[in-house]
């Protein structure tokens, strides 16, 4: 247990130092603990769950990375990655921008994409959190979560604050809003990542959302003050953005950088923030 925790926590719970790379002060070596009697190696791919959907086999995988010494938890849907846990900085940004974007207290927060559950995470740390609806079109998604599969899902599903709903978010947008249980109810912070950019969409009915109409329907469902954030995979889009500052009072985007130790270099994703 405590050798496991030397890999997988944020402090050792051996020695009580950060690991780096999955090397900590009582294991300066950077062996992994894990490994089979012998020091095999374990499988370095498991597949924790998979699900036929109507869009294709979703597949839950975790494997052990050893440039970064620890594990990676992946998810692919047909022959598409979904979602790493690889770098997690700019999801977590979503929320710290979205957040920091709304001047209220007690804020009624909405996450689109449960994915890895790092953005929804992120969000309950913000004590001005009242509540937390997390939309996700798939159940299987869901389903992990509340199963405690991935790291951190028992914290995110046992907090009282939050509701997992799943759903199309997008057909929330056009219909009564994100709650099942208040129809109409209007929200205050919006965190979005479904999509990889607002023009690379996963699927061909969630595009006229990033238009001026879709916009504008989302806008509908915010409380006064109310904030819309959004996750993109490529640089700031200027077409985009001048779409979203029309919609809004006023759009930003923000370019989250971050290192990337497999390449030795730097990477980068960005968060438009409107409200
Ligand atoms: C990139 S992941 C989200 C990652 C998340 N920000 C995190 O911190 O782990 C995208 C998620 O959106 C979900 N999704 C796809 N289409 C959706 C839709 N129409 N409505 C709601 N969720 C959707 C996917 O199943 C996936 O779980």
Not at 223 to 235: E, I
């Amino acid at each position: 247990m405590g050798d496991a925790a030397c890999w997988l926590d944020e402090v050792c719970d051996a020695c009580g130092s950060v690991p780096d790379a999955g090397r900590c002060r009582c294991r300066p070596t950077g062996v992994d603990p894990r490994a089979a009697p012998g020091g095999r190696p374990r499988s370095p791919i498991e597949q924790l769950a998979w699900a036929e959907t109507p869009r294709g086999v979703i597949n839950l995988r975790r494997r052990f990375d050893p440039t970064l010494g620890r594990d990676v938890h992946e998810v692919k849907l047909g022959d598409e990655f979904l979602m790493s846990s690889l770098f997690t900085v700019a999801e977590e940004e979503l929320a710290r921008l979205g957040l920091a974007a709304h001047d209220g207290d007690d804020l009624c927060v909405v996450v689109g994409g449960l994915g890895l559950g790092c953005t929804a995470r992120t969000a309950l740390e913000d004590e001005r959190t009242g509540e937390l609806l997390v939309v996700e079109a798939l159940p299987e998604v869901v389903s992990w979560h509340e199963q405690g599969l991935l790291p951190g899902a028992d914290e995110l599903v046992a907090d009282p604050r939050t509701r997992l709903v799943t759903g199309d978010f997008f057909a929330m947008v056009r219909g009564d809003g994100f709650d099942p249980d208040a129809a109409g109810r209007a929200v205050d912070v919006v965190l979005l990542d479904v999509d990889h950019t607002p023009g690379h969409v996963l699927h061909a009915s969630h595009a006229p959302f990033y238009t001026a109409e879709g916009l504008r329907g989302l806008r509908a469902h915010l409380a006064p003050g109310g904030v819309f954030a959004l996750w993109s995979d490529d640089p700031p889009d200027d077409g985009f953005l001048a779409t979203l500052d029309g919609v809004f009072d006023d759009a930003r985007a923000h370019v989250v950088a971050f290192p990337n130790p497999l390449t030795g270099g730097e990477a980068a994703n960005t968060v438009y923030v409107a409200r």
